[in-house]
């Protein structure tokens, strides 16, 4: 209890103070919110994720990798990103959000050829992913400076006030915090769930998918009480992109593996048969619209919300061997 609780602290002061800052970088730089919660926010929010994967390659269960990619993705967009579009549906900038857009897709294609055709992910693989990811870093950064966005006389004159230095180390800490809270949310919500008699595999697909995907959450519940609501869109695409390219493209490099059977529905493997094509249909549903169209819209979020909830009982009724 008092691991969870030190856990929540600590989630909610580092995504207040990440968002502070890496607005603050933002100000100063005359850079879109959305570039930077496309990549600063997004690699810090990630990092726990990036942490477990890699520890599980390095000790030969890359496997573990492929669910916590696609179940932190789900969790992201049909979950975290629609609680923020439900509650405040808002304008996107549409030239902002296309290259992330398109890079998410991207990516998901490659994914979505090693298990549909390949059936394994091989180092190569994992190469060429982490060559994405760098693709989408540096392009992002060139476009978020090529195309600076006009700043108020007051947003200056308070950038010029800060530190850049302090907004850097302020950002360093903060994801620290963020990343060692996640750690000791999710490893007391599994203790304290075994101790209550749930099932390990209903905790598998419920409490810890949720606590690793907190740092999103938090960040994402914070830009958004705090006006930045472009910032936090940027985030979960951001981070999305970075569970396929990055968090799996490490553990893929550092110890391929084929695709684990896991558990099955109708006699097929469930990650093939409704994970991956939901990590998809979840990210079209909630982008698309934005890329087209230019705006959120609430019915986007509601929608995301009720799926994300039926994906949730599919898992548990899976998991206790009911379908």
């Given at each position: 209890?008092?691991?969870?609780?030190?856990?929540?602290?600590?989630?909610?002061?580092?995504?207040?103070?990440?968002?502070?800052?890496?607005?603050?970088?933002?100000?100063?730089?005359?850079?879109?919110e959305i570039i930077i919660g496309a990549t600063v926010v997004s690699?810090?929010?990630?990092?726990?994720?990036?942490?477990?994967?890699?520890?599980?390659?390095?000790?030969?269960?890359?496997?573990?990798?492929?669910?916590?990619?696609?179940?932190?993705?789900?969790c992201n967009t049909a979950l975290i990103a629609a609680l923020t579009i439900a509650i405040r549906p808002a304008p996107a900038d549409r030239k902002a959000i296309v290259t992330p857009v398109v890079f998410f897709f991207v990516s998901a294609a490659i994914y979505m050829i090693a298990a549909y055709i390949f059936g394994r992910?091989?180092?190569?693989?994992?190469?060429?992913m982490l060559l994405v990811f760098g693709a989408y870093m540096a392009m992002t950064i060139y476009k978020g400076f090529k195309n600076p966005v006009e700043g108020h006389e007051e947003d200056d004159?308070?950038?010029?006030?800060?530190s850049l230095l302090k907004d850097l180390i302020v950002l360093i800490i903060s994801a620290a915090l963020i990343a060692i809270g996640a750690d000791m949310l999710e490893g007391s919500s599994v203790s304290l769930a075994t101790m209550a008699g749930i099932p390990t595999e209903v905790v598998g697909v419920t409490v810890v998918a949720l606590c690793t995907s907190l740092p999103e959450l938090?960040?994402?519940?914070?830009?958004?009480?705090?006006?930045?609501?472009?910032?936090?869109l940027g985030n979960i695409i951001g981070?999305?992109?970075?569970?396929?390219?990055?968090?799996?493209?490490?553990?893929?490099?550092?110890?391929?593996?084929?695709?684990?059977?896991?558990?099955?529905?109708?006699?097929?493997?469930?990650?093939?048969?409704?994970?991956?094509?939901?990590?998809?249909?979840?990210?079209?549903?909630?982008?698309?619209p934005a890329v087209f169209k230019g705006k959120l819209h609430r019915w986007q979020?509601?929608?995301?919300?009720?799926?994300?909830?039926?994906?949730?009982v599919l898992q548990v009724l899976i998991a206790l061997k009911i379908v």
């Open positions: 209890l008092a691991m969870f609780a030190v856990g929540v602290v600590l989630l909610i002061k580092g995504g207040d103070w990440f968002v502070d800052s890496a607005v603050g970088i933002a100000k100063r730089f005359h850079v879109p690699i810090g929010t990630t990092l726990p994720e990036v942490m477990v994967s890699v520890t599980a390659a390095v000790n030969n269960n890359s496997a573990v990798a492929y669910g916590n990619a696609i179940g932190s993705i789900i992910f091989d180092r190569w693989l994992g190469i060429v004159q308070e950038a010029k006030s800060g938090v960040t994402a519940v914070t830009a958004l009480a705090k006006g930045h609501g472009a910032l936090s981070a999305n992109i970075f569970n396929l390219v990055l968090v799996s493209g490490a553990a893929v490099t550092i110890s391929p593996f084929a695709i684990p059977e896991g558990s099955k529905l109708l006699g097929y493997n469930t990650s093939q048969l409704i994970e991956i094509p939901l990590m998809v249909g979840v990210m079209a549903l909630m982008t698309l979020g509601v929608t995301l919300l009720g799926i994300y909830a039926a994906f949730v």
